[in-house]
């Protein structure tokens, strides 16, 4: 028998789709800036392994020469990042969703037993609730990552006001790295997040749009609960 | 009233109707936010670009947004918060010329003649030769200057503070105006500067760069120093300088730039 079984708040779904598109204005945007002075690479032994980022890319998505226009849309759609992820923190917080959420101290060792069975060198399934450990820390991480974002911004954008910020980053040059690394970073855990979301299958993604998952109990056990539950009920009204 | 009644004008809904009920309301109200999320973001890509004034270039609504933003980080403006200064030994011994407007489109431009022009008032101006600017104490600073490119330098300045310029000049009251004009003596480049950032402690009109007179390039024979500023606002060759309570032109404000450009 099916039974509906509640997993995502509102507010939670609310924040996730908020937080698709307004991030996404904000690399976009983001790159515009980043375009007037594109310093960052990796490169080992001086032999450049990767420029961030190539022509061919810049000229793909149409980024050269868009500072000013950039600027425009980072500094109207960071409030909407900033007001989204608030809201989401303040949620998590108050409501005690954080205990589902927060890594526990087995989660990292679990993490690496759904990291095997995610790609199939075990065959056991690691325990699952609301998240499992692999999914507490990449979805904590992301908020900090967030929230990471929001601080090194600030300090770029205001390193003279707030120079206590830009300290706390380690200065100008690294918080703007940090700033671009956690970008990087957003669009890694976008690609490893969609092929997860793929993987687990309709009633998990439909759980973030109506926040229910539908699973199958067993009828016997389920009605007899259900009919005690009745009588209990008509017991207690008969003796009022 | 008795359940029964109840069971027969409305049935409970079996749990795959539920499931279908919730379904159809969840992923219609997915859909028409998206839609309108989409609608919203055609709108703002579309939108018209500003009426070109003191400022141009953005869309109307982001500039609107950008002016907001202005107003809502100018509360975290204070005198007591200094850029981060330097020892000398660290300022870049090659500085920067990231751009000349108001100074290559100049030939007539002749230094012995220069005089900074400050106007009192639509007759009256005042003129001051760099020797009595040189005159007037000397603030030096080596700051990591900022430019809105994203790139930034260590870099040694000198020359006067500009709210000694102004009390010795007694331009006091009239830099109580809410915005300070400078323009190149072409007028081909100009920024406005709102009062906060003119006062700031750290704001200079600089002569001298690394210890010697500042070259062609890098604005002679006067130039601003404004640490609070990206480098946009630090205009070079200053010509003429004026106070209103309106925002002044300026150059990058009329290409779709934040006016403010603080930082």
């Keep these: 028998m099916k039974e509906i079984k509640e997993k995502h708040a509102l507010l939670m779904r609310w924040t996730h789709w908020v937080n698709f598109p307004v991030l996404t204005v904000m690399i976009w945007s983001g790159l515009f800036i980043y375009w007037a002075n594109d310093a960052y690479g990796i490169s080992i032994f001086s032999f450049t392994l990767i420029k961030f980022f190539p022509e061919w890319f810049y000229k793909y998505f149409h980024i050269p020469h868009r500072l000013a226009e950039g600027m425009a849309f980072h500094f109207l759609f960071m409030w909407f990042f900033f007001i989204n992820g608030l809201l989401y923190i303040a949620y998590t917080l108050f409501s005690g969703a954080w205990r589902e959420l927060v890594p526990k101290r087995n989660s990292f060792k679990e993490a690496w037993q759904v990291l095997l069975h995610d790609l199939h060198i075990r065959k056991t399934t690691p325990p699952q609730k609301k998240y499992n450990a692999a999914q507490r820390i990449a979805y904590s991480a992301i908020i900090l990552m967030g929230a990471g974002s929001v601080i090194t911004g600030l300090a770029i954008y205001k390193p003279v006001q707030l120079y206590w910020l830009c300290w706390l980053c380690g200065g100008y040059h690294f918080a703007r790295i940090i700033h671009f690394a956690l970008t990087i970073g957003y669009v890694l855990f976008f690609v490893i997040h969609i092929l997860q979301v793929a993987l687990a299958g309709w009633n998990n993604f439909r759980s973030v749009v109506s926040g229910f998952e539908v699973i199958e109990t067993e009828p016997q056990i389920r009605e007899e609960k259900t009919l005690t539950a009745n009588n209990a009920e008509n017991e207690t009204n008969g003796s009022k | ?247 002044p032109r300026d150059y990058w404000a009329e290409q779709g730039y934040d006016y403010y450009s603080g930082l």
């Design chain 2, 1 to 247: 009233m008795k359940p029964t009644d109840q069971n027969k004008t409305k049935k409970p809904l079996t749990i795959e109707q539920k499931i279908k009920r919730r379904n159809f309301i969840s992923f219609g109200a997915f859909f028409a936010l998206g839609g309108g999320a989409v609608a919203g973001w055609k709108w703002l890509l579309n939108s018209p670009e500003e009426n070109a004034g003191i400022t141009g270039g953005a869309r109307a609504p982001l500039r609107r947004a950008l002016n907001k933003t202005e107003l809502f980080f100018r509360n975290f403006f204070s005198n007591n918060h200094l850029a981060k200064t330097y020892p000398k030994e660290r300022a870049a011994k090659i500085v920067r010329v990231n751009s000349l407007i108001g100074i290559k489109d100049d030939k007539d431009f002749d230094i012995k003649n220069w005089k900074l022009e400050v106007k009192i008032d639509r007759k009256e101006s005042l003129k001051i030769s760099i020797e009595e600017i040189k005159a007037l104490p000397k603030t030096e600073i080596v700051f990591d200057f900022k430019c809105v490119e994203g790139w930034d330098q260590i870099q040694h300045w000198a020359g006067v503070k500009l709210s000694d310029f102004l009390l010795h000049y007694k331009l006091d009251a009239l830099a109580e105006k809410n915005y300070m004009g400078l323009e190149t003596p072409n007028g081909k480049y100009y920024v406005g500067l709102e009062r906060d950032s003119v006062l700031h402690p750290q704001t200079i009109l600089a002569y001298e760069m690394n210890g010697k007179p500042i070259t062609n390039d890098h604005g002679a024979p006067l130039r601003l120093i404004i640490p609070v500023k990206y480098g946009i606002k630090n205009l070079k060759r200053i010509g003429v300088m004026s106070f209103s309570n309106q925002r």
